[in-house]
T-cell receptor, first 113, second 114 residues
Framework: AQTIHQWPVAEIKAVGSPLSLGCTIK??????LYWYWQATGGTLQQLFY??????VESVVQLNLSASRPKDDQFILSTEKLLLSHSGFYLC????????????FGPGTRLTVL | GDSVTQTEGQVTVSESKSLIINCTYS????????LFWYVRYPGEGLQLLLK?????QKGSSRGFEATYNKEATSFHLQKASVQESDSAVYYC???????????FGSGTQLTVMP
């Protein structure tokens, strides 16, 4: 069975500080990977997707970047956090092929002060 | 672009009563989109509840049903008799054919009163 792990569970950071959030998928080779963001009271927005190692496409510009250093790992980062980065970050995977459903990790709660 | 609309932000229903959560969509891509309902129970992650990929078909799971109505561009979620354990946030979502994106509605917080 596939498992998806996100770290950290929660983070409190200062404005202007760097950030790195991680996501690991186990039990699925070559998945499509996604990062989502949800502001408090807002809707889920897809930020990035990756179909293979080393390739990442941006969907929404939020002064964030993403990387896929390994087949099972997806990293979200920024060098300088903004207050507007606060929210809930979700990682998701999708099987390669014609199925479109995505499966989500438990998420990371980020508070920027 | 594609969009999903959930008109009710919060719904409160008494236990054993029926439920309908409305979802309408707009898809500009060629072909019919795939439609989904996701659910987030308190303290848990976002889970796929049900999906329908063919217009006119019905998806079902855990007593919930949703029918893909392409004429009305709707995918309402229904349950005949809700339980307190159904209290959660429900999201309608759409994936257009050939797209990498999953477009979500704004979510509906369901509270079931005992």
């Amino acid at each position: 069975a596939q498992t998806i792990h996100q770290w950290p569970v929660a983070e409190i950071k200062a404005v202007g500080s760097p950030l790195s959030l991680g996501c690991t998928i186990k039990g699925k080779s070559s998945p499509n990977l996604y990062w989502y963001w949800q502001a408090t009271g807002g809707t889920l927005q897809q930020l990035f997707y990756s179909i293979t190692v080393g390739q990442v496409e941006s969907v929404v510009q939020l002064n964030l970047s993403a990387s896929r250093p390994k087949d099972d790992q997806f990293i979200l980062s920024t060098e300088k956090l903004l207050l507007s980065h606060s929210g809930f970050y979700l990682c998701a995977w999708r099987a390669w092929g014609q199925t479109y459903e995505q499966y989500f990790g438990p998420g990371t709660r980020l508070t920027v002060l | 672009g594609d969009s999903v609309t959930q008109t009710e932000g919060q719904v409160t229903v008494s236990e054993s009563k029926s439920l309908i959560i409305n979802c309408t969509y707009s898809a500009t891509s060629i072909g019919y989109p795939n439609l989904f309902w996701y659910v987030r129970y308190p303290g848990e992650g976002l889970q796929l509840l049900l999906k329908v990929i063919t217009a006119g078909q019905k998806g079902s799971s855990r007593g919930f049903e949703a029918t893909y109505n392409k004429e009305a561009t709707s995918f309402h979620l229904q349950k005949a008799s809700v339980q307190e354990s159904d209290s959660a946030v429900y999201y309608c979502a759409l994936a257009s054919s050939g797209s990498w994106q999953l477009i979500f509605g704004s979510g509906t917080q369901l509270t079931v009163m005992p």
